[in-house]
């Protein structure tokens, strides 16, 4: 069973960072690409950033190039987001996605498993 749990999620100042962590189990996880996306509160889904499934390639949305950072440690079958200087625009719900491919994408639709989310709030 494909498993893909967020964590890292909480409250931070604006200008403040957190890192995103993405356990994944029930696959082989160096096989896959993946992505993160966002869905902030009264918004559509939004990618975030994705990476192929070697760890290089990494890209990501204009709204975040230059603070976010994503990356991926195959051997611990774990996914990241480094999150820097974050904004309150950046408050959503964070998701991790398993993609069908080796290469990353900004199609929802190449993408099969979906994490539970996990809640980033920016505010003073």
């Known amino acids: 069973e494909v498993q893909l749990v967020e964590s890292g999620g909480g409250l931070v100042q604006p200008g403040g960072s957190l890192r995103l962590s993405c356990a994944a189990s029930?696959?082989?996880?160096?096989?896959?690409?993946m992505s993160w996306v966002r869905r902030a509160p009264g918004k559509g889904l939004e990618w975030v950033a994705d990476?192929?499934?070697?760890?290089?390639?990494?890209s990501s949305a204009d709204s975040v190039k230059g603070r976010f950072t994503i990356s991926r440690d195959n051997a611990k079958n774990t996914l990241y987001l480094q999150m820097n200087n974050l904004k309150p625009e950046d408050t959503a719900v964070y998701y991790c996605?398993?993609?069908?491919?080796?290469?990353?994408?900004?199609?929802?639709?190449?993408?099969?498993?979906w994490g539970q989310g996990t809640q980033v709030t920016v505010s003073s």
């Open positions: 990476i192929d499934s070697s760890g290089n390639n990494p």
């Open positions: 029930g696959f082989t996880f160096s096989s896959y690409a």
């Open positions: 996605l398993k993609s069908r491919y080796i290469l990353g994408s900004t199609r929802h639709e190449d993408y099969d498993y």
